[in-house]
C-alpha cells in the first residue's frame, strides 16, 4: 500500500482527505506479520480511504499469487 517513497499513501490522502498512516517494518498486529494501517479524518474521508487501501492490499495479494503460481509454473517446467 505504501509505494515507493510512500505515493500509495499519499495518493489515497490526497483522494480522499483522511490521514493514512502504516507501522514500522516490525510492527504488527498482534499475532500476524500484517503492519497497522490507522486512518484518520472525517467518516466519509475515512471510510473511502479504508475502501481505497483494502483495494490496494488486494491487488498486492492477487500480484503475490500471480507470482507464486508463475513460480511454481516455471519449476514444473524445469522437472519435465
Known sequence: IIGQQGRGITEIQHMTGANVSVSRRGVYAPGTQNRIVTITGPGSSVSKAA????????????????NSYEAVNLNIQAIR
Open 51 to 66: 475502501q481505497l487501501v483494502r483495494q490496494k492490499i488486494q491487488e498486492a495479494e492477487q500480484r503475490r499469487a500471480q
